[in-house]
């Protein structure tokens, strides 16, 4: 009983000494450097869809001003509203129409493609923090899980990870900052650098981290029945398994779920082109006519369409000289008070405003009836024609009659015209209506038909027919 007792300890001893002399594992800073380089450019898409969403609108209303003070211009004639002129008007206010759907359409597929990337990134920072502060004391008891090198025993410092500090510390958050270009994201696609060349991404054995815990077995927990977890940490670029570390523990092509944030990075950031930058390139240089510098504006080829012109689309050059001009007039304009500028510019916006609710004007008609006196009064050919409503009839007969309503010509010029009729106020009456055949005699009355008729007042009833016509 007493030798299996010491049999046992023995055993446990021999455990105890072969655990103790297992590999215990650390990693160089090297491709932690690596992974933080590629956190460092997650973290650039997110400020570059901040810096989309607000330099886009605020150089578009910087636009839309030197839109204003251009129609100010012309309106005033202090430039002259040329074919070239309007076309590089026309052109500036679609440019910003232009803007506003890029924005509209490329900005929520950024915002996607950005929080991916945050989420990888923070995956990142948060294991390259866990392997940084996992260390004890300094001196030859030190033991710690990120190393200088793959070879000797000393804990990581600042100056062999860059990429991942901000002085002295290790910074999960880089802060604020403007891109105004689509970052680069081939250092996610491509495959690690040093990957199955060198060792230098390889593990160290001198640190004493438990990256290893038994014999011939790595992994950072201890399975007994040896079954050991693998880990995939920093957003799935470090693989941790049952296997000795070498220069294939990190790496961008891991195998990766669907779901995981590094997939989903990728696929998202496809669909984010240089469109935005492109856009707000084009507004700043617009925005800037008028300003201390000349902008430089190269020759610039549109659609006629885009220009409000008629007809199928075909392409307009406006040219270089063209903007400058306008530059330059632009320049000499805005020199002038600031308020009274901007005073100006709104009214002609209100100006605008009230035109375009506006209700098409009522046609000009005559207030005061025309009567055939009127029109005998004149005498002379000329100034009869010159009427609005008269024409002078040199067949007629009576010299003074020869000046009569001409009603298409009042037609034509929107006037008023009642017929002719004599100033007397008697009501105009049919009086032969209801004579018999044999007492409707002329000069009065003449028979037509079946009934007697009065001649006279046949004529004036055309004549009022043809008022009516012209005061409807």
């Avoid at 001893?13 to 933080?36: D, M, Q, R, Y």
Wanted: charged residues 25%; proline residues 3%; positive net charge.
């Amino acid at each position: 009983m007493q030798l299996k007792a010491i049999a046992q300890l023995f055993s446990c001893f021999h455990a105890i000494i072969i655990a103790g002399s297992g590999t215990k594992e650390s990693l160089p800073g090297v491709g932690f450097n690596l992974a933080c380089g590629i956190a460092k450019t997650l973290r650039e898409i997110g400020h570059f869809a901040t810096t989309m969403a607000s330099k886009i609108p605020e150089e578009e209303t910087k636009l839309k001003a030197t839109a204003i003070n251009l129609k100010l211009m012309l309106k005033r004639g202090i430039i002259e509203p040329s074919d070239d002129n309007l076309n590089a008007y026309m052109c500036i206010s679609s440019q910003i129409d232009k803007a506003q759907q890029a924005l509209g359409g490329h900005l929520p597929g950024l915002i996607k493609a950005s929080l991916s990337a945050a989420t990888l990134a923070g995956q990142i920072s948060e294991t390259t923090e866990m392997f940084f502060k996992a260390r004890t004391n300094t001196g030859a008891e030190q033991a710690c899980c990120r190393s200088e090198d793959h070879s000797a025993a000393r804990h990581v410092t600042a100056s062999h990870i860059p990429n991942c500090v901000i002085g002295s510390n290790v910074q999960l958050n880089h802060g604020d900052a403007e891109v105004t270009d689509a970052p680069d994201l081939t250092s996610l696609t491509a495959e690690t650098p040093g990957k199955g060349s060198a060792a230098t991404l390889g593990a160290n054995s001198n640190d004493n981290c438990h990256l290893s815990a038994i014999m011939k077995s790595h992994g950072i927990l201890n399975h007994a029945n040896g079954n050991k977890a693998t880990l995939y940490l920093a957003g799935g670029l470090l693989k941790i398994a049952r296997t000795a570390y070498n220069n294939a523990a990190w790496s961008t092509q891991h195998p990766t779920q669907a779901t995981s944030a590094i997939t989903e990075a990728r696929q998202r950031y496809t669909t984010v082109t240089s469109a935005l930058p492109n856009t707000l390139a084009t507004l700043k240089k617009l925005a800037n006519l008028g300003e201390d510098t000349d902008p430089q504006i190269d020759d610039t080829k549109v659609q006629s369409t885009d220009l409000g012109l008629p007809g199928e689309a075909k392409e307009i050059t406006i040219k270089k000289t063209v903007f400058s001009n306008l530059h330059k007039e632009l320049k000499q304009f805005l020199t002038g008070t600031q308020t009274e500028k901007n005073k100006e510019r709104k009214t002609v916006a209100r100006d605008m405003l009230v035109k375009a609710l506006a209700k098409p004007s009522e046609p000009l008609k005559c207030d005061t009836s025309v009567t055939e006196d009127v029109y005998y009064a004149i005498k002379e050919e000329t100034a009869c024609n010159s009427s609005a409503t008269c024409s002078f009839n040199k067949t007629e007969t009576e010299t003074n009659k020869k000046c009569k309503l001409d009603a298409e010509k009042a037609k034509k010029k929107s006037v008023s015209a009642t017929q002719p009729q004599t100033t007397r106020t008697e009501t105009a009456t049919d009086k032969c209506k209801d004579k018999k055949k044999d007492d409707c005699k002329s000069p009065d009355c003449k028979w037509e038909g079946t009934e007697c008729k009065d001649p006279s007042f046949l004529l004036k009833s055309k004549f009022a027919v043809i008022a009516a016509v012209f005061m409807s």
